[in-house]
């Protein structure tokens, strides 16, 4: 008896030692729930696309046009169809080539520049930074001609060096990366050069290392972009061979004659890549951003 009561008394005390919750408590869980019941719904209607276009890829070509999201009968002659009488796997292997020359070498390229524009001091540092980062206020469509009478003038047009060559450079690259760069501490560098390093070693060494979170972001931003690029490829090739993946996509109707479930099941193998890299490197995508400067 004695000790049911003393757990009785504990419990009753344990019951009395809770804090009621508040009403600012109660406001921020109500407010919660209602963030989160909206992300669900942001989040359900970004999937609802990519989900439809998978579904429709495997549909025929007559219930495309259908209202059901499911397919009434499911064949996988689309895909068939996309790399047996089109080259698709051409397409693809151009648009691989293309975006991962561009991703390695703009990346080799960047961080040199934005090592220098951040942690070296020499007279017009800052001019430079500013040029090159206004050029992100500049749209495609107002450089397009210019471009391409300079690719035209170099003769290259219709080859690999006219879709690579032009697209490597990107200020928002190098902002990204100086940015990054600014925020390392000084010390390293300092103890580097006390130890006899020149610059390019301190780059090499320690800096280069140091960016592989914010190297391995851009990576996934420069390869999706050029992964997805249709207007400069379609200004500058009219050679079927040099073809890239969205260029391709563009002419089934014209050249092939395709219903638009060909079309649909060509875009979701196209997707298939950028749904990867970002399941992938999301966690360097992120932190990139919140070392970067951006809240």
Same mark, same amino acid.
């Given at each position: 008896m004695k000790g049911l009561g003393a757990s009785s008394a504990g419990a009753t005390s344990g019951r009395r030692g809770r804090?009621?919750?508040?009403?600012?408590?109660?406001?921020? &869980?109500?407010k919660n729930t209602i963030l989160f019941i909206v992300g669900v719904v942001i989040a359900l209607l970004t999937i609802f696309p990519l989900a439809y276009m998978l579904l429709s890829s495997f549909k025929t070509p007559a219930d495309v046009y259908g209202t059901s999201v499911l !397919?009434? &009968?499911?064949?996988?002659?689309?895909?068939?169809?996309?790399?047996?009488?089109? !080259?698709?796997?051409?397409y693809m292997l151009n648009s691989f080539l293309i975006s991962a020359i561009i991703t390695v070498v703009a990346l080799f390229f960047h961080s040199m520049a934005a090592y220098a524009l951040a942690r070296l001091r020499f007279k017009g540092r800052e001019t430079i930074f500013l040029i090159i980062f206004s050029t992100l206020l500049v749209s495609?469509?107002?450089?397009? $001609?210019?471009?391409f009478e300079i690719v035209r003038l170099l003769g290259l047009l219709d080859s690999y060096g006219g879709?690579?060559?032009?697209?490597?450079? /990107?200020?928002f690259g190098i902002f990204l990366l100086r =940015?990054?760069?600014?925020?390392?501490?000084?010390e390293l560098e300092e103890?580097?050069?006390?130890?006899?390093?020149?610059?390019?070693?301190?780059?090499?060494?320690?800096?280069?290392?140091?960016s592989r979170p914010i190297m391995a972001a851009l990576a996934v931003f420069f390869f999706l972009?050029?992964?997805n690029s249709f207007v400069w490829p379609l200004?500058? &090739?009219?050679? !079927?061979?040099?073809?890239?993946? =969205?260029?391709? $996509?563009?002419?089934?109707?014209? =050249?092939?004659?395709?219903?638009?479930?060909?079309? $649909?099941?060509? /875009?979701?193998?196209?997707? $298939?890549?950028?749904?990867?890299?970002?399941?992938?490197? =999301?966690?360097?995508?992120?932190?990139?951003?919140? &070392? /970067?400067?951006?809240k």
């Open positions: 804090r009621p919750r508040t009403g600012r408590e109660r406001r921020w &869980t109500r !397919p009434k &009968t499911w064949t996988f002659k689309n895909f068939v169809y996309v790399f047996t009488e089109v !080259p698709f796997a051409r495609l469509p107002v450089v397009l $001609i210019p471009e879709l690579i060559v032009p697209s490597i450079f /990107s200020a =940015q990054f760069y600014q925020g390392l501490p000084d103890a580097a050069l006390v130890d006899g390093a020149s610059y390019w070693r301190i780059y090499w060494s320690i800096v280069l290392p140091l972009a050029n992964w200004t500058i &090739t009219s050679n !079927p061979n040099l073809r890239v993946v =969205q260029v391709g $996509i563009s002419t089934f109707h014209q =050249q092939y004659a395709s219903s638009e479930s060909y079309i $649909i099941a060509a /875009s979701t193998v196209a997707a $298939i890549p950028t749904l990867l890299l970002f399941f992938f490197f =999301q966690k360097q995508i992120t932190e990139s951003i919140k &070392t /970067s400067g951006f």
